[in-house]
DNA sequence: CACAAAGTTCGACGATCGTCGTATGATGCC
DNA sequence: GGCATCATACGACGATCGTCGAACTTTGTG
């Protein structure tokens, strides 16, 4: 029922920054980033399959960058913000604008 | 004799992050940006091979991240700070210091 | 209960990665 | 010139990655 959520402080920078080096999770992370509230896995990367996206998670999710909860038939994901920012303070500020720069 | 070096307003936020995320890499950068002198290739990461060095600088150049230039017989390599701030803000600062915590 | 919807699991695949050793170049010094 | 030093090029290897489809589980709804 509970998934894998690493601790806060054992937050790994290898394992966040290569999360974040592949652009369709890039792209995920921007859009959690964006609208604050949680999201269905469904309604994100709608070109790829679902398997592919249920990997994408979790590698995000192991990476400590975003909480899972299931309601209903759906999965829920919202971005560990606060975790991340006390981890690696900067980080995703730096990384997430210039993924804004590149959307425009 | 030249390298490929990418210009400023090429880097790709994918391939910096992708560079930054071996741990062996991230030490070399964090070399690097504590002393602002560059320095031979061969002062770095003392226990890998002369090629996986090789590739490593390679990586961290086509990149963006490093300069490099030949000096005689040996290479020598400059973090690319100010092209990399200006195109990442913050970036390279938050990466280095959760660096530096985790080497204390 | 039967069915639909949302995710997961399980191989599988080609591609890329990190690492190595050996051979090869380029440069400086005796 | 001969030799040592520093780095590159070229496979090669096992490991990991991103992707997929098919089968399955879980949950809600008729």
């Known amino acids: 029922m509970s998934f894998e959520h690493p601790d806060r402080n054992s937050l790994d920078i290898s394992a966040v920054l290569h999360a974040l080096s592949d652009p369709q999770r890039l792209g995920m992370v921007a859009e959690l980033a964006m609208s604050d509230e949680p999201r269905p896995c469904g309604s994100f990367a709608p070109g790829i399959s679902k398997s592919t ?52």
Chains 1, 2 share one sequence.
Do not use: Y
């Not at 309601?71 to 971005?79: A, P």
């Open 53 to 104: 996206r249920t990997h994408h998670f979790r590698v995000l999710r192991e990476a400590g960058l975003i909480e899972q909860w299931k309601e209903g038939t759906c999965k829920m994901s919202r971005l560990r913000r606060e975790d991340v920012d006390a981890r690696f303070p900067g980080l995703l500020d730096s990384v997430l604008s210039s993924q804004a720069v590149a959307q425009v």
